[in-house]
């Protein structure tokens, strides 16, 4: 957490640094595959933003009991992240913008599963309500870097409205997994299982990023 402050404070101070002016500020409010966005943007010249932004998004997800599995799914998907971004402007005749920057990664996917049906043991059957649960936990890098391109230059022309688009992705490194579990499904929870699912998930190393949204210039 003391990382993430000091991350924080550092690109306040590269917003707030030099000759103030509001015709160099802009902000924007997005949707996009981080969650609700928000970005604060600081004009460094004609060609050249950077911008500060937060993202925030919750998801529960029930599968319920369904045919022909074994196990019912309760996932929750805790999305967080901080961003310090940079994007160049390489026409003059449009908002063509090449992005580049860091991530600070908080996402935190939770995984539980519980058995729909009952299982043979040791020859003894038991009852599905007796077996236990299955909790993956998945980790990430904390600090990702990021590329992609996007449309729109928050502070460029006259103070008001704009559109801003952006499409790209952040190498989240392959996931760490850990695992827990209760009852008779206790040894499933081992090392051997962890690295299983990890190498399972190793296409997972670039989270993909599109958003869509509106800024403001002061």
């Not at 020859?123 to 391109?149: E, H, Q, R, W």
């Amino acid at each position: 957490m003391k990382k993430l402050y000091a991350v924080i404070s550092l690109c306040t101070m590269i917003l707030l640094s030099g000759n103030l002016s509001a015709q160099d500020y802009a902000a924007s409010v997005k949707l996009s595959t981080l969650g609700v966005n928000l970005e604060v943007y600081r004009s460094l010249g004609p060609s050249f933003n950077v911008r500060l932004g937060g993202s925030m998004l919750s998801y529960t997800y029930q599968s319920g009991v369904q045919s022909g599995q074994d196990y019912e799914m309760d996932a929750k998907l805790n999305l967080s992240s901080v961003s310090l971004l940079g994007d160049w402007y390489p026409f003059e005749s449009t908002s063509l913008h090449v992005t580049g920057g860091a991530v600070v990664n908080l996402n935190k996917p939770v995984v539980t599963a519980k058995p729909t049906i009952s299982k043979m043991i040791g020859g003894d059957v038991y009852d599905k309500d007796n077996l236990g649960t299955i909790g993956i936990d998945l980790a990430f890098s904390k600090v990702a870097p990021y590329a992609g391109i996007g449309i729109g230059n928050p502070t460029a022309g006259d103070k008001g409205l704009g559109f801003v688009m952006d499409i790209g992705a952040y190498y989240q490194g392959s996931p760490k997994v850990s695992m827990t579990a209760t009852g008779l499904l206790e040894p499933s929870a081992s090392p051997e299982q962890e690295a299983i699912v990890e190498t399972n998930l190793n296409w997972f190393t670039f989270y993909p990023v599109v958003s869509l949204g509106l800024s403001y210039k002061f």
